[in-house]
């Protein structure tokens, strides 16, 4: 049985929606396979109307498709859709720096914890800087993009120095117009090397099958 934070069992939705978030959020849904429901339901132990809602629920965020009369279909990353999904990244990140929210209600991120992989923390990080502006339509944006890039930036730090790029980043957390030159500047990087990314992607998602 499936358990929520709260250790109170899951009901079989939210189960099966969240471990299918789980599965395209660590590379194992991005080549594009088709979905089968009953295959899926069997694997996560659970019966197959759960499964099939949330299936629905995740193509109605376009993080797979639904491609109609032929079912569901996990999402295909290719190096121009990292490009993309990075320079959308890159916007809306930059906007956030920008924007002035006010009095924030989210307390500075914490120190960084070196028992969190440096990807978790540099999500975390964006994650911040974009709730911070406090505009709840460019979060939820964002958080779309972060979601189908998160299986490539969990492969990052096989072409990139994220502590490097972290510790860049909390320095410049307290001046917004250097904070925006910091943002765009890892976004030019990821969008030139995205063939590396996906080269790492690629390898990992085999290494998975074996």
């Known amino acids: ?34 979905l089968t429901i009953t295959d899926l339901a069997h694997d996560l132990g659970l019966s197959a109307t759960p499964v099939r809602e949330a299936l629905s629920r ?12 032929r079912g569901y279909f996990a999402p295909r ?9 990075y320079g959308l990244r890159r916007l809306y990140l930059v ?28 999500i975390q990080l964006f994650d911040w800087i974009v709730a911070r502006a406090g505009n709840r339509a460019l979060f939820d944006v964002y958080r779309q993009v972060g ?3 998160t299986p490539a930036v969990r492969v990052e730090s096989q072409v990139f120095p994220l502590a ?3 510790a860049e980043l909390a320095a410049g957390l307290g001046d917004p117009t250097g904070l925006q030159t910091i ?7 990821r969008r030139v090397r995205a ?16």
Do not use: C, W, Y
């Open 164 to 166: 490097d790029e972290l």
């Open 183 to 189: 943002l765009a500047r890892l976004h030019t990087a």
């Open 95 to 122: 906007e956030a720096a920008s924007a002035d929210g006010g009095p924030s209600t989210f307390p500075p991120p914490e120190p960084r914890d070196p028992a969190h992989p440096a990807f978790v923390q540099m």
């Open 58 to 69: 995740l193509a109605g965020e376009r993080l797979i498709e639904d491609r109609r009369g």
């Open 147 to 149: 979601e189908r890039l």
């Open 77 to 85: 990353l290719d190096v121009s859709d990292l490009v993309e999904l």
């Open 195 to 210: 063939p590396e990314v996906m080269r790492a992607l690629r390898a990992g998602e085999n290494i998975a099958s074996l």
């Open 1 to 34: 049985m499936r358990v929520g934070a709260s250790g109170k069992p899951k009901d079989p939705f939210s189960a099966a929606l969240d471990a299918l978030r789980d599965q395209l959020r660590s590379g194992r849904l991005v080549s594009g396979e088709p």
